[in-house]
């Protein structure tokens, strides 16, 4: 049955030029953006253009710079190399698989190991990803990389050259990688785009750059950090490229705009995380839906016009926002458990790795299993929004 629910699906997809996967930001919490490619890869739909923020930015770099037949085995090498401790009191590989094994399905305890990766991390950084400095950023005023991080990220430049054929991704015009930074000098959000300049290990590294743990990253003589701290999610720049084609969008979230009320301190930091991380996504989807609004509008005013036709003064100012582009956007949100905390996105241990992953696994087979979500929208509206998790709400 399922195979004949990905041919269905695939069908449908297959009438859209551009196929967006769009991942957000949110470090630990991005294995569950695996998960959804994954079962994406293995029903056929295969994207073929790649866009992301910070660890989005990351996973993006991975997919774009790979075969596809080799995506998913590099997607889970790279999470498997920076998932340990870094740091000389780190487990070997195979006792940590071990004890995550033999770990009872407890909540409370499960929760304990999370809170004991997140404490890993703070303490030591990640195998692979990231390294704290041994001498305190505080006692240093020179503007350096020590005097304004608290870890050192040359780790991950090593890791991402392993598992990212750069060279691939600026020769193959076929498939599209978009990361986006902030100017540290300018406060200017940008998108470094394939397919309008070469894509270097460095614009990945600025991606992901979030003060104060990470330092800046220069690019062309010009400090960059995390693009989060302006748009944690690319949707909008997806969006707004020019010239228009019928476009699906998947966009991954790892942060949820809807929570709980918060019962303790602990709450409240993880809520503004969450409400501060996801209100982009919103914004961005209610921006294309408004955009379409007043481009039918306006090909329904000039309808009324004499002859039907615009001034010619107008015509070419105006003419880019009458096409009759459609957008269609499959939102997946990551849901968080019980279980989980305010330290969620740097809990980087084996436990929250596969569960992260599991999770985006099953909500992108829950999507799949809604075959006329991936129909091309009503051109006459022009913008189509699904998400099972509000699907299955009411």
Same mark, same amino acid.
């Given at each position: ?18 196929? #967006? ?7 630990? @919490?991005?294995? +569950? ?12 739909? !295969?994207?073929? =253009? ?24 590099? @997607?889970?090498?790279?999470?498997? #190399? ?7 009191? &780190? ?20 929760? =304990?190991?999370?809170?004991? *990766? ?22 240093? #005023? ?8 608290? +870890? ?21 015009? #076929? ?7 902030? *100017? ?21 590294? !600025?991606?992901?750059?979030?003060? $104060? ?10 400090? +960059? ?34 929570? $709980?009320? $918060?019962?303790?301190? @602990? ?29 039918? *509008? ?7 016009? $004499? ?13 880019? +926002? ?34 992260? =992953? ?14 006329? =979500? ?16 509000? &699907?299955? *709400?009411?």
């Amino acid at each position: 049955m399922a195979v004949d629910i990905d041919a269905e699906v695939c069908a449908r997809v297959a009438r859209y030029p551009t196929i #967006a996967l769009v991942l957000q930001g949110g470090g630990a @919490l991005g294995a +569950y953006q695996c998960g959804v490619y994954e079962r994406l890869h293995s029903a056929g739909v !295969a994207p073929n =253009w790649f866009a992301g923020i910070s660890i989005g930015a990351i996973n993006a770099a991975i997919l774009a710079g790979n075969a596809p037949e080799d995506r998913v085995a590099q @997607l889970q090498a790279f999470w498997d #190399a920076i998932v340990e401790p870094a740091g000389p009191f &780190a487990l070997p590989a195979l006792a940590v698989r071990s004890a995550v094994a033999a770990l009872p399905e407890d909540p409370a305890l499960l929760s =304990w190991a999370r809170g004991m *990766s997140a404490m890993g991390a703070l303490l030591q950084g990640q195998r692979g990803f990231f390294e704290a400095r041994a001498i305190s950023p505080l006692l240093f #005023a020179d503007g350096s990389d020590a005097a304004t991080s608290f +870890y050192d990220t040359a780790p991950l430049r090593e890791t991402l050259l392993r598992f990212v054929d750069f060279d691939r991704i600026n020769r193959d015009h #076929a498939v599209r990688l978009t990361v986006g930074a902030t *100017s540290v000098t300018r406060g200017n959000f940008r998108y470094f785009d394939s397919a309008r300049e070469p894509i270097r290990v460095e614009h990945i590294l !600025a991606s992901g750059a979030l003060p $104060p743990a990470f330092p800046a990253v220069e690019i062309d003589g010009e400090p +960059y950090w995390d693009g989060g701290i302006v748009s944690n999610t690319p949707l909008e720049y997806i969006l707004d490229c020019r010239p228009h084609e019928d476009t699906l969008v998947l966009q991954v979230d790892l942060w949820s705009a809807r929570g $709980p009320r $918060p019962r303790t301190v @602990l709450d409240v930091l993880e809520r503004m995380k969450d409400i501060r991380f996801s209100s982009r996504t919103r914004h961005g989807t209610q921006m294309v839906e408004m955009a379409q609004k007043l481009r039918t *509008s306006l090909k329904e005013l000039i309808a009324h016009l $004499p002859d039907g036709r615009l001034p010619p003064h107008l015509d070419a100012t105006l003419a880019p +926002y009458l096409d009759d582009r459609v957008f269609n956007i499959i939102h997946l949100i990551y849901q968080t458990k019980v279980h989980e905390q305010q330290n969620k996105d740097y809990a980087f241990g084996r436990i929250s790795l596969r569960e992260h =992953w599991d999770s985006g696994l099953h909500d992108m087979d829950r999507t799949l299993q809604h075959p006329a =979500w991936f129909d091309l929208p009503d051109r006459d509206i022009g913008v189509a929004t699904h998400d099972v998790h509000r &699907a299955a *709400s009411g």
